[in-house]
């Protein structure tokens, strides 16, 4: 597992960090370059951070600048931060030097305005000679207050001013292009403001905290770096029964399952309601259950206390398949890295399926208690970002449509069940004016599934729209996932006595689908309804095209020819053509006019 | 807490801090004598040695330890 709190104990940290080679001895791989500026010591902390980065697989090669010299290091062009190169510094100021500072100020009132403001200046100082990233700390509140709960009551009192220090660097940070924040305080809250520190070592030895917390810190630190470096969270992947409501909706059924305002119930719906903030921010969530898909979708479809809704989630996989197998699969769909997945299952049995077959999963241990899910999701600090915009938002909806059709194929073993359970549409229409860009660029586009590569520019397709003796066609496709639009362009010319395919291409986009085969049997009949004898085509290679090589063998044509260029003509009687079974509805067919052509 | 146990189970605390496997605990040790002992690995041990005795020591203690064995008899008086 790649965190667990366990897992951060300082003794064992150390004890570890004589383990970590060197980072030249890991060349070539390129360290990254990290330098740490700070008004207490870091040399535990520089240990740390290098040792928990190479359980992460990072080398990274640390520059610890002088005590207490941020602003000497910053401001001085000739420094030694700047010959070192850093491409992430972290800037590490500490509540208790802040303090002391303030304890001294002869004048309060223009404290936090300059203590923010001489921070302001050293980002912008540092972003005018380096591009490197700064990872500014917050200020960990004092555990003492001299006013008690009257402290904020007052504007300059220590709690009022780090409070309105701490506020103000967030704003500042937000319109910092370089600064990304490490919320230090949040951290030590968490922990609590009180078992924080070490009197005894911030005395003796200006250490930041206590060292049986500073794993957490060191964590906290890379967590954000890491990020910043694109290595972070994508998708979370749940489990169903007894992770998301109480209980097992195919034993218990949907008024059974505990999921709802008391008891478990209630946890569970906090649970999903952090899942549904995590989606909101553009992590993508994802289900692998072992159950039957319709007793599964169930609670998302009907039940009153589901936060989540099917459209929250961008893979659906419920089937009685391995767990290990399901999240390949989902991240095959969503083609992302197993790195940046998440699996949350209450039972250990299939924790340790996935542990042992996708290794770089991050798998939080679930107590059995879900009121603790949220918790133990928060201690990991598993959703850090470097970033955050509109995009986001839109993100789980985007990987929705293309993932639901691949894991519907999965779940059926004979592909003209998949096929039908898609609920396709098909369009066949001539030609027409508002299509005409699309087609050419269709044409000019499709490289693969392109018998003759004809490269028809749009003035020659607007030439063959107005030719009454022309077919020229395309096909729409949809399915109730999504509408693909125009996907296919198919040119049928009459020669003599037979029907010539002029050009036959198709989007690699819907391949497998047959829609090849309805184009075909609709190709015959108006071979049949204009009297021609045969249909008659040729397969010109490409260096692209292999791929349909044999497509009119496949429909029973017979090779009539030779073409130079090791193309070849193929030809088949109308009368021995055998239509093709389609897994599609027409909504359009202009063909099935009685006089197709005419009429147009 | 008899001395003698205090410094067996000294010996691997101060065997993992220092990096030495071959380190024998003696009472008038000091810094000097182990090579790997500076500020950080200082704090380091005593930090180790809290830990398994259950025992804090004070700014003071630490001060005025002068060798392995005050640090024995601090324990051995904290420790109870």
Redesign the interface.
Known sequence: MKYSVETLE??DL??ES?TVPKYDKLLPVKPMKLAILADCAV??LATLLKTLAARNGVALDVYEGGYDSIDLEILNPESALYSFGPQYLIVLMCGEKLKSRLYDAADRRSFAADTVGRIENLWRAFGTRSSATIVQSTFVLPSERAFGNYELKVADSVGAIFTEINYQLAQRARSAKNVLLNDVDFLAASIGRRQWLDG??W???K?PCR??HMPRLAQSLLDTVLAAAGVFTRCVVLDLDNTLWGGVIGDDGLEGIALGEFDEGEAFVAFQKFLKELKRRGILLAVVSKNEHANAILPFKEHPCMVLKEEDISAFVANWDNKADNIRLVQKTLNIGFDSFVFLDDNPFERNIVREHVPNVIIPELAEDPSSYVETLADLNLFETAAFSEADLQRAAQYREEAQREIIKTQFTNVNDYLASLGMQIKLERFNAFNLPRIAQLIQRSNQFNLMTRRYGEAACEAMMKDKACAPLTLKLSDKFGDYGLISVVILKPAGEALEIDEYLMSCRVLQRGVERFAMNNIFAYAQRLGAKRVVGHYLPTAKNDMVKNFFKSFGFEKVGEVDGGGSKWALAVEDYRPREVFMSEAVNELHTPEPVDAL | METAEIKTRLTPIFRDVFSDNALEVKDTMTADDVVKWDSLSHINMIYAVERAFGVKFSIRDARSMKNVGELIQLIKKKAG
């Open positions: 300082y003794s150390i004890k004589l040399q535990q005894r070592l005395s003796m030895a250490i060292l049986e």
